[in-house]
């Protein structure tokens, strides 16, 4: 059922059946939230005129994803990419997608989610899982620095694999902020009371997503760029992408 390989230079496990390739992540400790130095990073690219509409909601809302905590993350499998539409197919033979441009585009699942969830094999990772991936052993505003994001940072098709090697974190993760990936966590505004370890944080209510930059592209100017930055959370609404976790095969 898995297949271990190389994948543009990295090494990977395939899942045989599905053909989604998954990363190891190694575990560790890093620090999870939006910090002050982002914080002051987003005035810097304000200050410079990097600024297209207001950055005060992000701003109002930087709460959401705070304090600043340690955590500490165990080693787990992720999938180097969001599920494509091909992929969702696997499981979901019946699945459509009007907003995916290919088979191999990121499929992006509404009602069918509770579906999915229910037929994958696979679990969700954590908000701390995510982030943790997401970062790649940084700490700045994205895995490529405090720089403003750009647009054709974004990656939502994957049939171009020069493309989405070159999309990849120092984890071999292609499309982090991207899409909206869900995780497991219920949303919960901030992180007071959120465990040091990498357990999702359960209950009733919607889940918490990471990222979308894409999903709202060609960008109008209202600053989506935001959406692409590590710490950025919001909750669950409307369609969502889906980057699985998964436990390491036995050798």
């Not at 696979?122 to 982030?131: G, Q, T, Y």
């Amino acid at each position: 059922m898995w297949s271990e390989e190389v994948v543009a230079g990295r090494a990977a496990w395939r899942h045989v059946p599905s053909g989604v390739v998954f990363r190891e992540v190694p575990g560790g400790v890093f620090r999870m939230g939006l910090s002050e130095a982002e914080l002051e990073a987003v005035r810097v690219i304000e200050r410079d005129g990097g600024v297209e509409d207001t950055v005060e909601p992000f701003f109002a809302a930087a709460g959401d994803a705070q304090p600043v905590r340690e955590v500490r993350v165990e080693p787990f499998l992720i999938a180097r990419h969001p599920l494509t539409v091909t992929q969702v197919q696997h499981w979901l033979p019946g699945y459509e997608d009007d907003y995916a441009d290919a088979d191999s585009g990121t499929a992006r699942l509404g009602d069918d989610l509770g579906d999915l969830l229910e037929v994958l094999p696979f679990r969700l990772p954590s908000e701390a899982e995510w982030e943790y991936a997401a970062r790649a052993g940084t700490t700045t505003l994205t895995f490529r620095g405090d720089g403003k994001p750009e647009e054709e940072w974004l990656i939502h098709d994957f049939a171009d694999e020069e493309r989405t090697a070159a999309a990849e974190n120092a984890f071999g993760l292609a499309g982090m902020g991207s899409a909206n990936e869900i995780c497991a966590d219920v949303w919960i505004p901030g992180f007071d009371g959120a465990p040091a370890d990498a357990r999702p944080r359960l209950g009733d209510g919607a889940r918490t997503v990471r990222g979308g930059a894409a999903d709202i592209s060609p960008w109008q100017g209202c600053d989506e760029w935001l959406l692409l930055l590590s710490s950025t959370r919001y909750e669950h609404y409307d369609f969502t992408a889906v980057r699985p976790v998964a436990a390491r095969p036995a050798r």
